[in-house]
């Protein structure tokens, strides 16, 4: 079974390349070879251990993809019952349309201030 291209690409987006080392499995490689065609074909984790303890897992790349987008969907979620508890508390703070549009003008000038130059002339800014 050959792995899906798109989820491929998209597991770039969850997995930043500093955070996981990429292996080639060369011609010589033939018992990690067969452990990894076994993880592919069955869609379970093989367990690595060492001195009897695990250390290391094999695991379909499409299900390495689907196990990343579960912790983001859980913490998205666990993120949306703080807010709603503490919504529930009353600690919440809501803005008028009003108090909202000064707060992002007070934003955007402050930006535009950090944007300037120490010789006085102004950096360029994005959207300008």
């Given at each position: 079974m ?5 989820i491929?690409?998209?597991m ?6 500093e ?11 033939e018992r990690l070879?067969?452990l ?5 074909e ?14 290391a897992a094999i ?9 990343e987008?579960?912790v983001d969907?859980l913490d998205a979620k ?6 709603e508890?503490?919504?529930?508390r009353?600690?919440?703070e809501?803005l ?12 955007v ?5 950090r944007?300037t130059?120490k010789?006085?002339?102004r ?6």
């Amino acid at each position: 079974m050959e792995p899906n291209p798109d989820i491929q690409d998209e597991m770039q987006e969850y997995m930043p390349e500093e955070a996981n080392e990429g292996v080639e499995l060369g011609p010589g490689d033939e018992r990690l070879a067969q452990l990894v065609e076994r993880a592919q074909e069955t869609k379970s984790a093989i367990i690595v251990k060492r001195d009897g303890q695990p250390v290391a897992a094999i695991v379909d790349f499409d299900q390495l993809v689907e196990l990343e987008q579960l912790v983001d969907d859980l913490d998205a979620k666990a993120i949306g019952l703080e807010y709603e508890a503490a919504d529930a508390r009353g600690e919440v703070e809501y803005l008028t349309h009003e108090e909202f549009k000064e707060y992002m003008e007070k934003v955007v000038a402050e930006t535009m201030k950090r944007a300037t130059l120490k010789d006085g002339s102004r950096a360029e800014v994005a959207g300008e």
